[in-house]
């Protein structure tokens, strides 16, 4: 089992920058792939939408195509914790962001084993 809270979340100016932390507690967590997904609101009933994800080694990293050049995935596997760098942010990124895990890196949301209750990011315009 493995436990991710995350945190990091909150209200910034378009243009902004925020940086999202994911820690994670539990057997072998350092060795699970890492991804971020967002779910913005009134979408409650579409599948959460793949952002980034970085393999157990922090090697091999992939983005959504909507952030590509904005945002940043990395992680300490000695702190146990996965980054997401938030960089050049814009209204259309407001949403709830949830870090999930499992064994290697998918984009489809429903093949993830473990997630946190996610975290909230608003950029206002």
């Known amino acids: 089992q493995v436990q991710l809270v995350e945190s990091g979340g909150g209200l910034v100016q378009a243009g902004g920058s925020l940086r999202l932390s994911c820690t994670t507690s539990?057997?072998?967590?350092?060795?699970?792939?890492m991804g971020w997904f967002r779910q913005a609101p009134g979408k409650e009933r579409e599948e959460r939408e793949f952002?980034?994800?970085?393999?157990?080694?922090?090697?091999?990293?992939d983005y959504a195509d909507s952030v590509k050049g904005r945002f940043t995935i990395s992680r300490d596997n000695a702190k146990n914790t996965v980054y997401l760098q938030m960089n050049s942010l814009k209204p259309e990124d407001t949403a709830v962001y949830y870090c999930?895990?499992?064994?290697?890196?998918?984009?489809?949301?429903?093949?993830?084993?473990?997630w946190g209750k996610g975290t909230l990011v608003t950029v206002s315009s």
């Open positions: 999930a895990a499992r064994i290697s890196v998918v984009r489809s949301s429903s093949l993830w084993d473990y």
């Open positions: 539990g057997r072998t967590s350092s060795s699970y792939a």
């Open positions: 952002v980034a994800a970085s393999n157990w080694s922090g090697v091999r990293l």
